[in-house]
């Protein structure tokens, strides 16, 4: 069956965005060793008139032949194949395996250092200066989270890949609009799937926030936030807070203000709101409700880790 070409006046969210409203890949393979689920479907990289991959980052060999998978079913694609170092793309194993044998990322990681600690390293890559490469990190991102991320307009981004000291494996990525008007400290954020539950989120967080208070200004992310990506905010916000009133600047203060809290910890007056709101810890004129928050945070002490971050670790100015 012909598919209809659609015009972007039909779908214009579709057509910016390449939304698409059910998984249309059913899994990635990340590199060699590493298989998992999407999450969220994408249009971006097929040819939508066919729905076969579009071989724009990654082309075939001229003269090689291998079977192009076919769409079957909900999926349009089984299985994308991506490079782990570069987020080059194709539908053939064979073809990732050539690629990574000698892939340029694989050696040496793109973009400045900013932060490297024997544990982990920030580097800042750059939109105009490595486009390709962002935009393939972009396209990748979009098969795992529900919004409209951009992968084009590249150029206004920079993008803060996370790595394990000594690896060239990303493991997450932040990125900042730098002509935001808003001065928003974090357009994009995501932790890949086979590094969840490491921390990994948390530092990315934390070094936008860092970002921030070497401009002097309180920021945050672009809003609005997803439910998930506000829930994963709250929980961060929470606690840097209730450790500065534990063991940090403002400890022994009968009396704080939401200025105080922001200037302390560079969050959004805003954002302090939205989480005090979540803690019942404000009354009906949006005062502080200190003795309930410190009993709030008493109860997490356990818990909470102050931050994780060390200033000497840090290479670079914003």
């Not at 997450?172 to 730098?178: A, Q, T, W």
């Amino acid at each position: 069956m012909k598919l209809e070409k659609k015009n972007a006046d039909d779908n214009p969210e579709e057509e910016l965005y390449g939304i698409q409203k059910e998984r249309n890949i059913r899994q990635v393979q990340f590199g060699l060793g590493k298989k998992f689920l999407t999450w969220y479907g994408s249009n971006v990289y097929f040819n939508k008139s066919t729905r076969l991959l579009g071989y724009i980052n990654m082309p075939k060999s001229p003269g090689k032949k291998g079977k192009i998978q076919s769409p079957v079913g909900q999926y349009w694609l089984d299985t994308l194949y991506i490079c782990e170092y570069c987020f080059k793309y194709t539908d053939q194993l064979k073809e990732l395996e050539s690629h990574i044998s000698h892939c340029l990322y694989a050696k040496k990681a793109p973009g400045r250092i900013m932060y490297k600690s024997p544990d982990i390293t920030i580097r800042r890559v750059k939109g105009w200066k490595h486009e390709l490469y962002c935009q393939c990190l972009c396209l990748f991102t979009k098969l795992f989270l529900d919004n409209k991320s951009m992968y084009f307009k590249l150029p206004h981004y920079e993008f803060y890949i996370i790595y394990k000291t000594g690896s060239t494996k990303p493991m997450g990525y932040f990125s900042k609009d730098i002509l935001s008007y808003a001065r928003y400290n974090l357009a994009c954020i995501l932790t890949f799937p086979p590094y969840q539950r490491q921390h990994v989120g948390t530092y990315l967080m934390e070094f936008s926030y860092k970002l921030s208070k070497l401009e002097g200004i309180a920021s945050g992310p672009e809003t609005p936030l997803s439910p998930f990506g506000l829930i994963s905010y709250i929980n961060y916000w929470s606690r840097i807070i209730a450790m500065e009133l534990l063991e940090g600047e403002l400890m022994g203060y009968n009396y704080v203000t939401l200025e105080m809290i922001s200037k302390v910890t560079g969050f959004r007056i805003s954002d302090i709101i939205t989480t005090f709101k979540q803690l019942d810890c404000l009354d009906e004129n949006d005062n502080i409700l200190l003795n309930k928050l410190k009993m709030w945070a008493k109860g997490k002490s356990k818990h909470l880790k102050g931050y994780y971050l060390d200033n000497e670790y840090f290479l670079a100015d914003a």
